[in-house]
Nanobody, 122 residues
Framework: VQLQASGGGLVQPGGSLRLSCRAS????????LGWFRQAPGKERVFVAV????????DYADSVKGRSTISRDDTDNTLYLQLNSLKPEDTAVYYC????????????????WGQGTQVTVSS
């Protein structure tokens, strides 16, 4: 099983990034998928989730209205579009996969990617 996150980088406040997570080694279309982030010295926290069908999504209040999670099951790839980025969005972003129907906590996820760094700074 492998989840390879990419797309992070240095961006100015107000900018945008699109994170990707390419998966392999499991039945991608059967899993709910999520994004989490971990800022320096802080716990890893929930950012967004999408269910296996792709019809249901949810976001943390901190990114709601500025982010879109999506999936492409033909390419086994998960995405997170981040807009209107703020310095407080700076963190390592992790993608994860869960066998549960609607995983809302970190412990509900079975597989994790290695993370991609997002830095928002002028």
């Amino acid at each position: 099983v492998q989840l390879q996150a990419s797309g992070g980088g240095l961006v100015q406040p107000g900018g945008s990034l699109r994170l990707s997570c390419r998966a392999s080694g499991f039945t991608f279309g059967s899993y709910a998928l999520g994004w989490f982030r971990q800022a320096p010295g802080k716990e890893r926290v929930f950012v967004a989730v999408i269910n296996a069908s792709g019809r249901r999504t949810d976001y943390a209040d901190s990114v709601k209205g500025r982010s879109t999670i999506s999936r492409d099951d033909t390419d086994n790839t998960l995405y997170l579009q981040l807009n209107s980025l703020k310095p407080e969005d700076t963190a390592v972003y992790y993608c994860a996969a869960s066998r549960r129907t609607w995983p809302t906590s970190r412990i509900a996820y079975n597989y994790w990617g290695q993370g991609t760094q997002v830095t928002v700074s002028s």
